[in-house]
């Protein structure tokens, strides 16, 4: 008795002719003649001799060469040969044959796609049938034992399907490379590996339209926990193969439809800059008064708050030192960013900084900065008068700011002033 998942596959066929041959206006005597010759059409003893005499009407093939163009398998001199390559898999870290597990393709009369459907089911074993009848095993000789016609006859037959013949013949409409070797050249014909082709397309769409994928957007979208991540594709774009007959180009094209996915692949663009060394001032040219804006509004709320508040006036002071230390902290992650751009950014023969932003900000003035204090002064006055500026200029009715708050903010940023080192 053949294998269940033969006995499936006839059974599916059975179905699917029933179902396309049945109609609504049938008697009962037309619809039992009708199961009888869907019997009959189906048996292993008609099928199987058939099918091994379709089966060389279409050709295994890793590399279709109707993917270049869909009339190249027949030209005047014949059928371009079906090529069948085979690579081991090697962790080099390419995109190649041999190290992605793909299916094989298959070209030819979309007429015998059943054939080959039929010679790729898996057995219980987890082995294609074709592996099966190449090696002879019991499985397929059990499965092509019919009284009606001899194993090796079928099994030729089935077989011809992985035939590549012996002659190498190609075809003007595929992609010619032609290779210098010794005084000649050798021809070589560049094709698609459909497998790896259409592989990309079921985990391009496996990431996009999984029912996975869709409970874990749902979840980022309701603002919900998960322990898991997931990944998005942009800007994928989709190609066609075959028109309006994606079975005149290979099985697995008419299997996706004739569609695949294609990943952008221009050259990179030219970011900008992120973090430039200032021309002429830190302080105008490499951080900004809206960096700072939301900490100056909460400043802003305290200082508008009056002598009669609730709020306890330690809290309040608390709340005044930690903003200004933020300022002071904003202040210094842009001083280190500069710094890490200098050795390809500064021009001492261009720069306009005045002499304690340079021993502040390059590397070649290190030891001043560490011995001397001079320049320390000077800066510690420079972000005092920044941070009252950038309040006045970003804060709609900003509160004057006199003498005392100005000596007050300049305490805050000598406090912490060896930082800035």
């Not at 009708?34 to 059409?41: G, H, M, T």
């Not at 060394?277 to 400043?299: A, C, G, V």
């Not at 200098?342 to 340079?358: A, F």
Request: glycine letters at 4%.
């Amino acid at each position: 008795m053949p294998d269940s998942v033969i006995q499936e596959f006839f059974q599916k066929r059975r179905e699917d002719w029933l179902k396309k041959e049945t109609s609504a206006s049938m008697s009962e005597e037309d619809l039992s003649q009708l199961q009888e010759n869907c019997a009959k059409k189906f048996s292993l003893e008609n099928w199987l001799p058939d099918a091994a005499k379709r089966a060389g009407q279409i050709s295994i093939s890793t590399h279709p060469c109707t993917f270049s163009h869909p009339s190249a398998r027949k030209n005047k001199n014949g059928y371009v040969t079906s090529i069948i390559a085979t690579a081991d898999r090697i962790p080099d870290g390419y995109l190649r044959t041999g190290n992605v597990n793909v299916e094989q393709d298959a070209l030819g009369n979309a007429a015998a796609l059943d054939v080959y459907k039929f010679l790729m089911l898996t057995m219980a074993d987890g082995t294609p049938l074709h592996q099966h009848i190449k090696s002879n095993s019991p499985l397929a000789t059990e499965a092509l034992s019919i009284r009606t016609e001899n194993y090796e006859t079928l099994r030729d037959g089935f077989l011809a399907m992985f035939d590549g013949g012996d002659d190498n013949t190609t075809s003007s409409k595929l992609k010619q490379v032609f290779y210098p070797v010794d005084q000649n050249y050798h021809l070589l014909s560049v094709l698609s590996n459909s497998g790896l082709i259409y592989e990309l397309r079921k985990r391009v769409d496996d990431l996009r339209f999984s029912d996975h994928q869709k409970q874990l957007r749902d979840k980022k979208r309701n603002n919900e926990y998960s322990e898991i991540g997931f990944s998005e594709i942009y800007e994928i774009t989709t190609i066609g193969y075959g028109g309006t007959k994606p079975q005149n180009v290979s099985v697995l094209n008419n299997q996706f439809g004739g569609k695949a996915r294609l990943l952008l692949s221009s050259p990179p663009t030219i970011a900008k800059r992120s973090v430039q060394f200032p021309r002429d001032n830190f302080f105008t040219n490499s951080i900004r008064f809206y960096d700072i804006h939301k900490i100056l509004k909460k400043l802003h709320r305290i200082f508008q708050i009056g002598s009669d508040s609730v709020i306890p006036r330690k809290n309040l002071e608390t709340g005044r030192d930690d903003l200004i230390e933020e300022i002071r902290e904003e202040v210094i992650l842009r001083m280190v960013a500069v710094r890490a751009v200098m050795p390809e950014q500064y021009r001492e023969e261009s720069t306009k900084l005045s002499h304690h932003q340079k021993i502040w900000l390059c590397n070649h003035f290190e030891t001043e900065r560490a011995l001397t204090d001079d320049w320390l002064d000077d800066l510690c006055e420079e972000i005092t008068q920044w941070i009252m500026t950038a309040y006045k200029k970003t804060i709609k009715q900003a509160i004057t700011l006199g003498p005392a708050e100005r000596a007050y903010i300049r305490q805050m940023v000598e406090t912490h002033k060896e930082a800035l080192r």
